[in-house]
């Protein structure tokens, strides 16, 4: 599946606030939500914030971490990417709608919320490989104007 993430609000506001998210240096994980789960772009800062998170066989709770990612800028279009390799989990018998990521500090309640993404409908893995291909055009992306 193909998906596009959106920004919870606190996250953009913490980056120049006193503290900030280094996507290539801090852990970034995702986690996966059912679609009990809320988003609330306004309120939820730390992954403490979180409800429902899915349990299932192949997923460990907190997600997993995000590997190789990267930051790009493209001047041509004015746009700042921040991307990493598609998420795996398998042999897993999971079903989630909504991914969370955020920067993990191994506490729930300091653990920045960074954005999330609504896959639209349950998505179930039965003793299958559950992926998360991330947009062509990254994981989040910011247009300065």
């Not at 998906?3 to 980056?15: H, R």
């Not at 006193?18 to 986690?31: G, L």
């Not at 907190?62 to 700042?80: D, E, F, H, I, R």
């Amino acid at each position: 599946m193909s998906v596009t993430a959106k920004w919870y609000g606190k996250a953009l506001l913490n980056q120049w606030g006193s503290a900030p998210i280094n996507w290539t240096a801090d852990t970034i994980k995702v986690a996966l939500c059912t679609s009990s789960y809320t988003p609330d772009q306004d309120n939820h800062t730390f992954f403490s914030d979180i409800t429902n998170e899915i349990t299932g066989t192949g997923y460990t709770a907190g997600g997993s971490q995000l590997t190789t990612p990267a930051k790009t800028y493209t001047g041509a279009t004015n746009v700042v990417m921040l991307d990493a390799d598609d998420v795996a989990w398998s042999n897993a018998s999971i079903t989630a709608r909504y991914a969370i990521v955020y920067k993990s500090t191994g506490v729930a309640g300091t653990s920045q919320l960074m954005g999330y993404v609504d896959f639209g409908q349950d998505i179930t893995s039965t003793a299958a490989t559950f992926t998360i291909s991330w947009d062509s055009a990254g994981i989040f992306t910011i247009t300065p104007a």
